[in-house]
Structure formats: C-alpha cells, structure tokens
C-alpha cells in the first residue's frame, strides 16, 4: 500500500502550465491573423476597400477613392439611378465631368 507523507512537489510542473498557456495564446493570435489577411486579400481581389466597421477609416466610402468623386458625379449617378437621364445621355454626361475633372 502506498503511503502519502507530505504535500505534492508541483515546482517542476509550472513552467509546463505556461508552455501551455502561452501555445493557446500563439494558436489564437495565429487564427486571427490569418483571418484579417484572409478578408484583406478577398478584399483587395473585389477591388474594394478592406472594411473594419462602420464609421471606421477603412470602412467603405471613406477612403481616398470616396474623395475623389465630386459632387457633380453623385448627382449623375442618382439621376441615372432614378431613371431621370438615358444611359447613353448618363455616359456622355460622365465623359463631360470626367474631361473637366
């Protein structure tokens, strides 16, 4: 029969708990990162801007590209959208702005 005469030595056993611990944390970190990378790539291949949230800089609409469009070129394309102007008449008048720009 075995006989237990004292508390357990764990001593040894606490830098294998942080190995531990510390492995989890780098799977963690690995996961999200390559996840960000993922939606950046997919992201970069549509040829949008990688979206981090709403309001955010990198959220759609805010980046340089949104700058660029002067107002004239918002009010064609809502004309156009609302099926003011001909689609011929939407591309001449873009030309015009875009020669003017």
Do not use: N
């Not at 997919?42 to 959220?59: C, D, H, I, L, W």
């Amino acid at each position: 029969m075995w006989v237990q005469t004292g508390a357990y030595h764990l001593g040894g056993l606490y830098w294998l708990i942080a190995a531990i611990v510390i492995f989890i944390i780098a799977i963690i970190a690995l996961i999200v990162a390559l996840s960000a990378l993922a939606r950046a790539g997919a992201a970069r291949r549509a040829g949008t801007v990688y979206s981090r949230g709403a309001g955010e800089p990198g959220a759609p609409g805010t980046g340089p590209e949104a700058a660029k469009a002067p107002e004239s070129f918002r009010m064609l394309d809502e004309r156009y959208a609302k099926g003011e102007i001909s689609r011929e008449e939407y591309m001449q008048r873009q030309t015009d702005l875009q020669s003017k720009v």
